[in-house]
């Protein structure tokens, strides 16, 4: 059920009902700029991950920006986008059963719609779906360059795959999926580098083998927030599909550069913002803002601007401070900004983004593709 918004605009960040899904609206735009800015002139696009936002809306300002479209992991996510008005949009998935194909195909009669396979099967049921929805569906083959996750080896398995792609009248052999997920969150420069050299190095294979089938690969797809500028120096990759960026979280934080200091490329964004709703305990605060309220699966939330708060666990409904000094500790009912540990679990926990500039609210937006599991 939709839930009423935390704030309206105009009102202090103070005033805001907690806990709630805060977007920083500078941070949030210099981001946005950065990554355009990273890519102008490297020849590589970017189709920005709408799995991180889940909104229409931002998928628009990423457009605006330069753009080429949208990557998300589900079919639900797709149609929100579509029927949002996003034109060109990557299924950067495997989608399996016949409801959601015949979804899927449905979408096609209102924007480019792609999707991934790595299974002869799905390539089969692709083809059906796009047949009796009278459409032509574009089609990826995931290969596996790392993350031991989708996808066939590079090589001659993803040739194999794309020449019955190529076949089909109802589908169109769209070029390679080739994310590796888990470098992303490699903590070194020297090990994202080596992880995404051998990457690039499989991907490039497997386009010279379909060339020399006659295949070409209009999309070469992957690499995320964390080794973006690697794919995009390869010469390899032609489209970057970063999601994470426009907010950063806790975990990519920790990610360094070669002097061993934490990126910085990009800005937190995005916050929860909570409330302190018991100080009972001595050299402890209690927020309200636990596991229903910030995603704790990549490392527990950091306090933003508070180094002498530490957020040491979560409950339900509680998220837990500690603190040495106790002329740290917050008064009751202090609202406190959290990073969280992962962004995009944690935007799926929200109905509407708070947009805040300047310790007021600005704006009100939708997170309408929350709970898009289909």
């Known amino acids: 059920m939709l839930q009423a918004p935390p704030a309206s605009p105009g009102m202090p960040e103070d005033e805001i009902d907690t806990p709630a899904l805060l977007i920083d609206l500078d941070a949030f ?11 102008a002139g490297s020849g590589t696009r970017l189709r920005a991950h709408a ?23 589900k079919v639900s996510e797709a149609e929100i986008l579509a029927w949002g008005g996003v034109r060109d949009i990557l299924v950067s998935n495997e989608v399996v059963g016949a409801a959601k194909l015949a979804r899927l195909a449905a979408l096609a009669r209102i924007a480019t719609i792609s999707v991934c396979v790595d299974d002869a099967t799905q390539v089969a049921a692709l083809a059906r779906a796009a047949a009796q929805a009278g459409v032509r569906l574009g089609v990826l083959v995931e290969i596996d360059v790392g993350a031991a996750r989708c996808g066939v080896r590079p090589g001659p398995d993803a040739v194999a795959l794309a020449r019955l792609i190529a076949a089909s009248p109802h589908l169109r052999f769209g070029g390679l999926q080739a994310y590796h997920g888990s470098a992303q969150h490699l903590r070194s420069p020297a090990q994202r580098q080596f992880a995404i050299a051998a990457a690039a190095d499989g991907t490039r294979r497997t386009v010279e083998q379909l060339r020399q089938q006659g295949l070409d690969c209009p999309i070469v797809g992957g690499a995320g927030t964390g080794t973006f500028e690697l794919e995009a120096a390869s010469g390899v990759y032609t489209e970057i ?15 360094l550069d070669a ?11 995005l ?24 995603a704790v699966d990549s490392g527990l939330p950091v306090v933003w601007a508070r180094p002498d708060l530490h957020y040491v666990g979560a409950s339900d409904e509680h998220g837990k401070l500690e603190f040495a000094d106790p002329a740290a500790s917050p008064a ?16 799926d926990r929200y109905d509407w983004y708070v947009g805040v500039r300047a310790g007021r609210v600005e704006c009100l937006w939708p997170v309408a593709a929350r709970g898009g599991l289909s």
Do not use: W
Not at 31 to 36: C, E, F, S, W
Not at 67 to 73: E, R
Not at 241 to 254: C, L, P, V
Not at 273 to 291: F, I
């Open 29 to 39: 735009e210099a981001n946005l700029d950065t990554m355009a800015s990273r890519l």
């Open 51 to 73: 799995k991180t936002h889940k909104s229409p809306l931002i998928a628009h300002l990423q457009i605006a920006r330069g753009a080429v479209g949208q990557c998300v992991q």
């Open 241 to 255: 599909q970063a999601g994470s960026y426009i907010f950063m979280d806790a975990d990519y934080a920790r990610n």
């Open 259 to 269: 002097a061993g200091q934490p990126v910085g490329l990009f800005r937190h964004a």
């Open 271 to 294: 916050f929860v913002l909570s409330t302190v709703m018991s100080t009972a305990q001595p050299n402890v605060a209690v927020l309200d803002a636990g596991h229903k309220a910030v």
């Open 332 to 347: 009751l009912g202090t609202k406190l900004r959290l990073i969280p540990g992962h962004c995009d679990p944690t935007v």
